[in-house]
């Protein structure tokens, strides 16, 4: 294990990331990690949405550093972390919704260009029921547009996506990794086409939009549709289906851009590092365990022969 640890630290040396999704829980984590485990890291570049170079800024403080996941790297920098921080990360205002990710600084999206090693694509909208619109653009056409921008990068060795386990549908066991096949569904019934998926939403949207619907209405019908299309073809909800997707076409159009995605199950707290227990808000099966926790819960019926598939 130390020998792998060494290579792993060693191979982190004197490279720069451009990571996606920075606020979120797993990109958090993944950032913590390499600056407390290699500080000779060249640069982590966060793209956050934000609207400008000082909102974006404030997002990192606020969402990201300030957080106590970062407490280890308090104790261990003191007053001199917010220098080391200047010094190895900077916050990129963007958006994968947009082209070129949004980001409107020409002089550091060229350095972005001729600078970056690794592109990590960690943003999503996990809400399982979440609009579909949302969903699309985030989950599919966001990752679509990281993946095109990871193309323009000069030295760029792999694109890192983070999918979810889920994308296997509700398949049980031991579960071989392979690749989604492009436009094939989960059922086998129909085709998956990702520009009628498009076509479909904004018709919805623009028929919301002539019944002069309530944005309540126009949520609780683009949530809908959004079960409705993943159920179509063979997957539990709008989050998962979307994951398919982005992994599909990913796949399909990586050209000759190394390609990694990464399926994690549900992820929970923190197991060891940078300590024990660390969690952000009530997710997936956190809000069965805190309701255990407060007795509203009392008793939680299972099979002893299950295993409970989660990472920490």
Request: a positive charge.
């Amino acid at each position: 294990m130390a020998a792998e640890l060494g290579s792993i630290t060693e191979f982190l040396e004197n490279k720069t990331f451009l990571v996606t999704g920075a606020t979120g829980f797993l990109a958090k984590i993944f950032v913590e990690k390499i600056l407390r485990v290699q500080p000779n890291v060249k640069k982590l570049y966060l793209l956050l949405r934000a609207s400008d170079a000082k909102s974006a800024m404030q997002r990192l403080q606020q969402d990201v550093v300030e957080k106590e996941l970062f407490k280890v790297l308090r104790e261990k920098y003191g007053e001199n972390l917010n220098s080391f921080i200047s010094e190895k990360v900077r916050a990129v205002a963007g958006d994968i919704n947009c082209e070129d990710l949004g980001i409107k600084d020409s002089s550091l999206n060229g350095e972005l260009l001729k600078e970056v090693d690794y592109v990590v694509n960690s943003a999503a909208s996990t809400n399982f029921i979440e609009r579909y619109d949302v969903a699309l653009g985030i989950n599919t056409f966001g990752a679509l547009n990281v993946m095109n921008f990871a193309k323009k990068c000069h030295k760029v060795k792999m694109l890192v996506h983070v999918s979810t386990v889920y994308v296997c549908g509700e398949d049980r066991g031991l579960i071989l990794e392979k690749p989604l096949s492009l436009g094939k569904s989960k059922n086998g019934s129909n085709k998956v086409d990702i520009e009628v998926e498009k076509k479909l939403v904004q018709e919805k949207l623009d028929q919301l939009l002539s019944e002069k619907a309530s944005q309540k209405g126009t949520e609780i019908a683009m949530k809908k549709l959004g079960l409705e299309r993943a159920k179509l073809h063979g997957w539990p909800n709008t989050y998962v289906f979307s994951k398919a997707m982005s992994e599909m076409h990913l796949v399909a159009s990586k050209d000759n851009l190394p390609l990694l995605i990464i399926r994690p199950s549900m992820v929970i707290s923190t197991y060891k590092e940078p300590f024990p227990g660390w969690i952000e808000g009530a997710k997936t099966i956190d809000s069965v365990i805190v309701a255990y926790g407060k007795g509203r819960l009392q008793c939680l019926v299972y099979n002893p022969k299950t295993v409970y598939d989660v990472v920490s």
